[in-house]
């Protein structure tokens, strides 16, 4: 498969072959659905509580009398049955994460890969370099017509590409390491460096 290589200001930069068997999958549903689902679920913080009959504050004296009123038989206002008793079985804190294996993870990472080339919002640049300045990187990218764009650069990020992007609103730049199934398929275009293409490929090799 080959794609045309452009620079940061439109202009043509060449061409490169991109693997097939990473780039030109047919993409399924399941695949992406299983990954995006373990890295959203992995993600969650787990921190909701709520307080037991053992945690709430109330008195422990016994709320009436046991026999002689006419009604059910009780010995602690913290009982789940009254307001503002405690909660019975409620959430407590916990991973929601589970597991996944590697070769899914792998797999979904190729089909969201090759989801992006088939529908035509895959963009090769030769790199990714800036002089820090925001507004000249903002100015090629309206030029480019990229409003929710991915970069995904080689193994580490220019640092002053990443200056400049930071304050674009819709643009976010990864290491190739960081590339990952959600972030994929949230924007509209994703946008890979020479460099990003080899290391992912080598990557996912």
């Known amino acids: 498969m080959k794609l045309d290589v452009i620079n940061l200001d439109g202009g043509n930069a060449g061409s490169v072959d991109l693997t097939d068997a990473i780039f030109d ?16 679920n992995k993600a969650q913080a787990g921190t909701h509580k709520v307080k037991t009959r053992s945690e709430v504050s109330y008195s422990t004296k016994k709320i009436y009398r046991q026999k002689g009123t006419g009604g059910a038989r009780h010995g602690s206002r913290k009982a789940p049955i009254f307001r503002k008793g405690g909660i019975y079985k409620g959430p407590t804190p916990r991973s929601h994460a589970h597991d996944l294996p590697k070769k899914v993870r792998a797999l979904g990472l190729k089909h969201a890969l090759s989801a992006k ?46 200056a400049a992007a930071r304050n674009i609103e819709g643009l976010d730049v990864l290491p190739s390491m960081g590339a990952n199934v959600f972030d994929i398929l949230k924007r509209d275009t994703l946008v890979l460096t020479k460099a990003g293409v080899e290391a992912l490929e080598a990557r996912l090799k």
């Open 117 to 162: 080339a088939k529908a035509g919002a895959l963009v090769i640049i030769e790199n990714a370099e800036a002089n820090g300045k925001t507004s000249i990187l903002a100015k090629q990218v309206k030029n480019l017509g990229w409003k929710r764009a991915l970069i995904i650069d080689g193994a580490a990020v220019n640092e002053g590409f990443a």
């Open 25 to 40: 999958l047919e993409p399924r549903a399941d695949i992406l659905h299983r990954v995006v689902r373990w890295q959203r």
